[in-house]
């Protein structure tokens, strides 16, 4: 009874704790985004503006949640929703410290990689119901381009799993006691760095939403609190991202005794949030099939090498 | 790849640069003395109201934003019963200041306007009206005018001559 307590008390304080870092974000990212652009972002609103975050959510409560006559109702609504489940259910693998973890898996990768498929529906479906060109055509490159960066997201990965010799997340932050894998495997840390931007469909590969072409791409259609879910789903989503590279190839949780674990991992992860933030502040939007040919030209034969190469070098060094 | 980098160190540095913004309520921009802001009927050095309700500012005005009613008092002298600008209207460009041949009009670097209520907005003589003399000191219609309209006898005025003797044959 304690033991089944313990898990629902971490699953409920892992989503609120999220959720809230990415609502959290939001006024983070406009405040760094105005600090690397000389200006001073959101600081009116409690301290530095803090609660910012609180006035905008009040607001987008009470904005009419209209949904248009011509879209498709059930799929329109079920969207984004997608985007939070799938995205939250990633969560579950994702160690945080030894104790704090939902779910244990021993093919936690292979979890994590089919939820960011999963993901890809949101966006599909999204652009499809809003019966919109703008959102249809936002649908289709998002879909595109989730579906080609897979590839190589999870090819970059097994870097990582060669290394560890485990698919298990907790194993593979215990495998880098000796030394953190973005050291070995510095070349899919990049690949995953990049896919996982074109994952989350962040600024500067954030082409299903470019709004200087398609309005707002696949969420064109949206307002009030559906809209929100995709804006926090793709909060949710850098958060993940962040989570998964300090994991995987900053050794999660590891760090000097003087913090405790949970410190050392959020630190990694905020480093990475903020990396995020300052690649949308400092890179120009490439075109589309810019995207799809340095993606499938470029980034998948130097995945299928690095691949190669760390077998081999595996095999050579440990037989 | 390393301009890509480069670009990111470059706008990172951006962090210790100099902010721009002016964070208003609290402090404010300069704006220069001829900005265009809010509307002003002033007066001249004599403490006379300058306008002398010639329409020209209401003919200019390309939104047709102002109107007054021209009226004389007992000395002939010409000057608005009412003047009315309505600023829910206004453009702010400064054609009536150009058009004005007394200097009465002007615009002046003011721009907080702001009402709930859009009828706040039509201002009345009395609210146009200031007791200062604006941009341009020192100067009154009436004394360049070759009109006697109290303030100075016919030819008295600067640079000008003397009236005619239609009576005498010297030019």
Same mark, same amino acid.
């Given at each position: 009874m304690d033991e089944t307590l313990k898990y629902i008390l971490i699953i409920v304080l892992v989503i609120l704790i999220l959720v809230s870092i990415a609502a959290g974000l939001i006024w983070v990212e406009r405040r760094m985004l105005a600090l690397w652009q000389d200006r001073l972002g959101p600081?009116? @609103?409690?301290p530095f503006g803090i609660f910012q975050v609180v006035a905008d959510m009040i607001k987008i409560f009470f904005k009419e949640d209209w949904i248009p006559r011509f879209a498709d109702k059930k799929v329109f609504i079920l969207a984004p929703a997608v985007v939070m489940i799938t995205i939250l259910l990633s969560f579950?693998? @994702? *160690?945080?410290?030894p104790e704090i973890v939902v779910v244990n898996f021993n093919i936690g990768i292979l979890f994590f990689l089919a939820m960011s498929s999963l993901g890809a529906y949101s966006v599909v479906l999204g652009g499809w119901a809003s019966n919109n060109k703008y959102a249809l055509l936002g649908a289709i490159r998002g879909s595109a381009q989730m579906i080609s960066y897979e590839v190589f997201m999870g090819l970059s990965l097994m870097g990582v799993v060669i290394l560890a010799g485990s698919f298990n997340m907790t194993d593979i932050v215990m495998a880098?006691? +000796? +030394?953190?894998f973005f050291i070995p495997q510095f070349v899919g840390f990049v690949i995953f760095f990049i896919a996982g931007i074109a994952e989350t469909h962040?600024? *500067?590969?954030?082409i299903p939403e470019a709004e200087s072409e398609?309005?707002?791409?696949? &969420?064109?259609e949206y307002s009030g609190m559906k809209f929100g879910m995709f804006f926090v789903g793709e909060y949710l989503g850098i958060t993940l991202i962040s989570a998964l590279i300090t994991t995987l190839f900053?050794? +999660?949780?590891?760090?000097? &005794?003087?913090? *405790?674990p949970i410190v050392w991992f959020l630190v990694k992860m905020f480093a990475f949030i903020l990396i995020f933030i300052l690649l949308r502040a400092g890179l120009p939007r490439p075109r589309y099939d810019q995207l799809m040919s340095f993606g499938w030209k470029i980034l998948l034969p130097v995945s299928l090498l690095n691949l190669l190469v760390t077998g081999a070098l595996v095999l050579y060094f440990n037989r | 790849m390393f301009n890509d980098l480069r670009s990111l160190w470059i706008v990172f540095l951006h962090m210790f640069h100099k902010r721009v913004t002016i964070e208003y309520p609290e402090k404010k921009a300069y704006l220069p003395p001829?900005?265009?802001g809010r509307i002003v009927l002033t007066r001249d050095a004599d403490h006379?109201?300058?306008?002398?309700?010639?329409?020209l500012c209401a003919a200019a005005c390309p939104v047709g934003c102002i109107s007054l009613q021209a009226t004389e008092d007992d000395q002939a002298r010409r000057y608005p019963e009412f003047f009315r600008i309505n600023f829910s209207r206004?453009?702010?460009?400064?054609y009536c200041e150009e058009a004005c041949p007394t200097y009465a009009i002007q615009l002046i670097p003011?721009?907080?306007?702001?009402?709930?209520?859009?009828?706040? #907005?039509?201002?009345?003589k009395e609210d146009l009206l200031i007791e200062g003399q604006g941009k341009?000191?020192?100067?009154?219609f009436y004394k360049v005018a =070759? #009109?006697?309209?109290?303030?100075? =006898?016919?030819?008295?005025?600067?640079?000008e001559y003397k009236p005619v003797d239609v009576k005498k044959l010297m030019p």
């Open positions: 600081n009116r @609103v409690g579950a693998i @994702v *160690p945080f410290t880098q006691k +000796g +030394g953190w962040r600024l *500067p590969l954030d398609l309005v707002a791409g696949y &969420h064109s900053f050794g +999660g949780w590891l760090g000097f &005794h003087f913090l *405790p | 001829r900005w265009r006379g109201e300058r306008c002398v309700a010639c329409y206004c453009i702010f460009c400064g003011d721009f907080e306007m702001g009402e709930y209520n859009r009828q706040n #907005l039509v201002y009345e341009y000191h020192g100067y009154n =070759g #009109l006697d309209a109290g303030v100075k =006898g016919k030819g008295e005025g600067e640079n």
